[in-house]
């Protein structure tokens, strides 16, 4: 069973960084594309940063120029590195990959997974 799980998050000054990954576990055969999506209280999630399987990134506008998206695709996980971090960047931040797997009865399935998220605060 594929699974993703988020790390990195915490409490950070205005003007921190932090560094959140997304690790998978599975039987992922190939991952066509990573996002990074949060969610502020009250507020609809939103897609922050995306990779694509050859490498191209797109970012959310207030975003660019401060968080950079980057994958490990050997280990199968995907970065966020955040600097320049604002108040309102606190959100949970979760990871998404659109991939394909191998159930448990050795068939090919293409889904769409996501984390459980993680925290960042951005506060003084």
């Known amino acids: 069973q594929v699974q993703l799980v988020e790390s990195g998050g915490g409490l950070v000054q205005p003007g921190g960084s932090l560094r959140l990954s997304c690790a998978t576990s599975?039987?992922?055969?190939?991952?066509?594309?990573w996002g990074w999506y949060r969610q502020a209280p009250g507020k609809q999630r939103e897609l922050v940063a995306s990779i694509s399987n050859d490498g191209i990134t797109d970012y959310r506008d207030s975003v660019k120029g401060r968080f950079t998206i980057s994958k490990d695709d050997a280990r199968k996980m995907v970065y966020l590195q955040m600097i320049n971090l604002k108040p309102e960047d606190t959100a949970v931040y979760f990871c998404?990959?659109?991939?394909?797997?191998?159930?448990?009865?050795?068939?090919?399935?293409?889904?769409?997974?996501w984390g459980q998220g993680t925290q960042v605060t951005v506060s003084s």
């Open positions: 998404n990959a659109n991939l394909v797997a191998m159930n448990m009865n050795s068939e090919f399935e293409v889904g769409k997974y």
């Open positions: 599975g039987r992922i055969i190939r991952v066509d594309d």
